[in-house]
């Protein structure tokens, strides 16, 4: 309270003031620390609703066929995907790194250097079903 405290000290009436400021002081902690709460949630729901509109964008014509042949057949190698869709292998595992990293699509590691097999995660399902590419 500083210099207010000094001052109030000074006032015969000062106890009543005082049990005012300290009031006022829990109320302003109080309704910061509101505001700090719907700050965050503001940003969760900015997120959900950046996400939800991310599907609406439609993906490139190869990420969505490789949606399709994972949905189709889950588990399918990177190397089946690439002969699947008559591409190269590096072209294919960029394009599934892509789809990883945006949650559509998994891989599971591999032991003994064979290639992951992949699978569709819960926002690949989504993206699918969304445009009506889930067979």
Same mark, same amino acid.
Request: charged fraction near 30%; avoid cysteine.
């Given at each position: 309270?500083?210099?207010?405290?000094?001052? $109030?000290?000074?006032?015969? =009436?000062?106890?009543?003031?005082?049990?005012?400021?300290?009031?006022?002081?829990?109320?302003?902690?109080?309704?910061?620390?509101?505001?700090? =709460? $719907?700050?965050?949630?503001?940003?969760?729901?900015?997120?959900?609703?950046?996400?939800? !509109?991310?599907?609406?964008?439609?993906?490139?014509?190869?990420?969505?066929?490789?949606?399709?042949?994972?949905?189709?057949?889950?588990?399918?190698?990177?190397?089946?995907? &690439?002969?699947?869709?008559?591409? !190269?292998?590096? %072209?294919?595992? %960029?394009?599934?790194?892509?789809?990883?990293?945006?949650? %559509?699509?998994?891989?599971? $590691?591999?032991?003994?250097?064979?290639?992951?097999?992949?699978?569709?995660?819960?926002?690949?399902?989504?993206?699918?079903?969304?445009?009506? $590419?889930? &067979?």
């Amino acid at each position: 309270m500083g210099w207010i405290a000094d001052l $109030l000290r000074e006032i015969p =009436s000062a106890a009543r003031y005082k049990a005012e400021l300290e009031s006022m002081e829990k109320k302003v902690i109080a309704l910061e620390a509101e505001n700090t =709460s $719907l700050r965050e949630e503001i940003q969760r729901r900015d997120d959900v609703i950046r996400k939800e !509109n991310s599907h609406g964008q439609r993906l490139e014509e190869i990420r969505e066929q490789m949606l399709a042949i994972i949905a189709k057949q889950e588990g399918i190698t990177e190397t089946a995907i &690439a002969a699947a869709l008559n591409i !190269n292998a590096q %072209f294919a595992r %960029f394009h599934l790194q892509e789809l990883s990293k945006s949650g %559509f699509a998994g891989a599971t $590691l591999s032991m003994g250097g064979d290639p992951g097999r992949w699978g569709l995660m819960q926002e690949g399902r989504r993206y699918l079903a969304s445009h009506g $590419l889930l &067979a």
